[in-house]
């Protein structure tokens, strides 16, 4: 199952790369929507949606729209993940505390689970990718999800940033260097003994990933915790004005 799943990973984050050109190439948002669907079948998901974060407006846009409307941010989940720069996973969103239909299911689907992964860059949090699950998937969202979706960083910055990938970077996303490597090279000794590096050098960094994003927990629980707390700073501080 395991090597099922990395082999799925793999041929998703390609197909995602090659989509990703032919939306920067064409400028069409059906390609945007082609990424999304991608998405849907790797996480098992109901819906996924990337949206555009303005840090300066505090509003969120659906990038597959053809209209600009901006949904303004208010205390939700999504805007707890912003705040904290981390991700949010809520397997039971509408009984959530914080749960904001409006800001966290703008769109009105009938959903049970919700996972909001911030895309960060140089500190900087660009846009959220939002996957639902519905009542018909049955599994929850796990850490091993956000280590999965933490792979696709690199193209979800370029999908906000409007930037195609290039060749070199796909083979160093995927890990596919063994590969070029032996269909350029004619079949002698080297490549036979280099034939499993590449594998274990890619288990590595896949391992190196999960654990750096295990190390993280800490960090993350406190940056939530202080995002929940200035949440509740600003309902009050909203109510203590109603007051007035």
């Known amino acids: 199952r395991g090597n099922t799943m990395q082999g799925n990973l793999k041929s998703t984050l390609k197909k995602i790369a090659n989509t990703l050109n032919n939306y920067v190439d064409s400028k069409d948002l059906k390609y945007i929507e082609e990424i999304e669907n991608q998405f849907e079948a790797l996480f098992n998901a109901e819906v996924v949606k990337l949206w555009k974060y303005d840090d300066k ?3 969120l846009n659906l990038i597959e729209s053809r209209n600009d409307e901006d949904l303004s941010l208010v205390p939700s989940l999504t805007k707890q993940s912003i705040v904290s720069k981390s991700s949010v996973i809520s397997n039971h969103s509408t009984s959530d505390k914080y749960y904001t239909p409006e800001i966290d299911n703008p769109l009105e689907l009938k959903v049970k689970a919700l996972m909001i992964f911030p895309i960060i860059k140089d500190k900087r949090v660009l ?5 639902w699950r519905g009542l018909k998937q049955r599994k929850v969202f796990t850490k091993q999800d ?3 979706l933490g792979l696709f960083v690199p193209l979800l910055i370029k999908m906000i940033a409007y930037e195609k990938i290039g060749k070199e970077e796909i083979i160093v996303l995927v890990g596919d260097s063994k590969e070029n490597k032996a269909s350029s090279t004619s079949k002698d000794s080297v490549v036979v003994k280099t034939k499993d590096k590449p594998n274990n050098v890619n288990a590595e960094f896949i391992a190196l990933k999960k654990k750096f994003y295990d190390s993280l927990e800490e960090l993350k629980s406190y940056r939530k915790s202080e995002a929940i707390y200035k949440i ?3 309902k009050f501080q909203n109510e203590l ?3 007035k």
Request: glycine share 6%; proline share 0%; charged share 40%.
């Open 146 to 148: 956000e280590v999965t």
């Open 241 to 243: 004005k109603k007051s």
């Open 127 to 131: 846009g959220v990718l939002r996957i």
């Open 232 to 234: 509740e700073i600003n």
């Open 57 to 59: 407006k505090e509003t």
